[in-house]
């Protein structure tokens, strides 16, 4: 019998560990991973929880590292006016924001929220929207991670012995590299964002993608059943006058929280009213334009509860893949209030990155929590595995490691250099060990 339950933000995971830790320091964090080796024991680092996967759980040692949220050093800056920033791996992406404001920095780009621990962010792949700029990993410059010899390796892209690849391993690992302690980044000058939001028509929206995505940051919102696209448009340090609190507050909390609750509740009790409700939807959220700091932009409180699934995909196949979704949701008629999300990304180099090696277009799936999401995503993820899709490590899927070996070409040097650090899985789970493979023998270092 376990004295524990552990449960993620979304309800779609939950986990018995048989020990919860919040070490203080580091040090206390390599005395958890040497007590779990010697016990035989598994161990998992756990963030905000906002991983949609079971990609935190475990039955071994469940450790919070919330202590460990200090800035730890501020480099020169650059000839770019960006600086190294190192900071404790625990630390929420809001805080971190806040801490990097005080410095006149921020971060380059950010997901759409900001509740999330950035060693749990940079685990799971988080990325926020821009065809020119990469997901949060891409900004990671070095890192310290407690492996399974209960070891701090401070690492880099360019660090000897085999550093280098710990490091391409432990910037997007699921947590299977280690325990991250500490995180240096590439922060870049504080600069605002002006939003542009703006329903436009779907078809218009899809045959000017090339022209909308060249944009700072581009995104859209689809309610499925509509021909509207809700578009969002970023761009850096412009100049339009800042929403005014109780607008903002119109928009953000009763229209894109409140309201949005109880129209998915109506939608739930009478399946029949969703298309009205998300042509309503489609009007109600209309357009704006502000300016604000980048973070208050990229950022929003989330607080109506749902499922999610999203998978990155060639960006030239978003329309045909899109297509193929409105038609399946039309034949269905699947009850689905919730809006489908399209956002952008650069081409990485990050090893088990979802946009590594080509220009990326993400496609995201949304259910309202009290309504099933199962047929629906299946549906759609059998559609984007149709045009080599990669399924988002922190959110809902049903891969396997075998059949997403192919779709990474450095997944066999990921998997590598887990049996190397990791030779005896401590820092597996069987989420990690059905998307990555079961932990395998170590092999040499190159
Ligand atoms: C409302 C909502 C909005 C979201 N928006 C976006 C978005 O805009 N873009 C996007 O890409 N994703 C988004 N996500 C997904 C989310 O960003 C990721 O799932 C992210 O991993 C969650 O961070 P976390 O701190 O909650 O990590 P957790 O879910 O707690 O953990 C994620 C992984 O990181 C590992 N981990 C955590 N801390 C450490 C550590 N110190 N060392 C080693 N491993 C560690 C865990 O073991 C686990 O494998 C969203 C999720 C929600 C619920």
């Known amino acids: 019998m376990t004295a524990h339950t552990w449960r993620n933000w979304s309800g779609t995971a939950t986990a018995h560990p048989s020990r919860i830790a919040r070490p203080r320091d580091e040090g ?5 991973v040497r007590a779990a080796v010697a016990a035989g024991s598994t161990i998992r680092a756990v ?7 079971p990609a935190a759980a475990t039955e071994g040692t469940l450790v919070h590292l919330d202590a460990l949220d200090r800035l730890e050093h501020v480099g020169p800056p650059a000839a770019d006016g960006s600086r190294l920033v190192t900071v404790g791996a625990g630390i929420r992406l809001h805080a971190l924001c806040r801490v990097l404001a005080d410095h006149g920095l921020a971060l380059e780009n950010m997901g759409d929220i900001d509740r999330q621990s950035l060693a749990g962010a940079i685990s799971t792949g ?3 929207t821009g065809a020119r700029l990469g997901g949060l990993a891409t900004q990671v410059h070095g890192m310290r991670v407690v492996t399974a010899d209960a070891r701090v390796h401070d690492v880099g892209p360019d660090s000897p012995d085999g550093g280098a690849d710990l490091f391409e391993l432990a910037r997007l690992s699921l947590g299977t590299a280690g325990i991250l302690t500490a995180i240096t980044l590439r922060c870049v ?9 703006a329903p436009l028509p779907l078809p218009h929206v899809l045959e000017s993608l090339v022209d909308l995505a060249v944009a700072d940051h581009f995104e859209f919102y689809w309610f499925p059943g509509t021909d509207v696209a809700l578009t969002k448009t970023n761009t850096r340090d412009g100049a339009a006058p800042p929403l005014p609190p109780l607008r903002r507050f119109l928009h953000d909390e009763a229209l894109a929280n409140g309201v949005f609750e109880v129209t998915n509740r109506i939608a739930t009790a009478v399946p029949g009213l969703t298309p009205h409700l998300n042509r309503l939807a489609a009007r109600a959220l209309g357009a704006r334009t502000y300016t604000a700091a980048s973070h208050e932009v990229f950022t929003s409180p989330r ?23 409105d038609t399946w949701l039309r034949r269905s008629r699947e009850n689905v209030p919730f809006p489908i999300e399209v956002r952008f990304a650069a081409a990485d180099r990050v090893w088990l990155s979802t946009a590594y090696g080509r220009p990326t277009a993400y496609v995201a799936v949304h259910q309202y929590h009290r309504l099933p999401y199962a047929r629906y995503f299946r549906a759609v993820e059998a559609i984007m595995r149709g045009y080599d ?30 049996g190397r650090v990791d030779p005896s899985g401590v820092f597996a789970n069987s989420y990690v060990d059905q998307v990555l493979g079961a932990h395998t023998e170590p092999t040499p270092a190159r």
């Open 28 to 32: 206390e964090v390599v005395d958890l």
């Open 47 to 53: 963030g905000a929880g906002h991983s949609f996967t």
């Open 126 to 128: 988080t990325h926020g």
């Open 189 to 197: 000058p504080a600069f605002t964002l002006t939003a542009a939001e």
């Open 303 to 325: 607080r109506v509860r749902f499922a999610e699934m999203e998978y990155a995909l060639p960006a030239e196949a978003l329309v045909d893949a899109l297509g193929e979704v």
């Open 389 to 418: 899709g990669r399924p988002h490590w922190g959110k809902l899927h049903r891969r396997r490691a075998a059949d997403l070996a192919p779709a990474y070409p450095r997944f066999a040097d990921a998997a590598a250099a887990r």
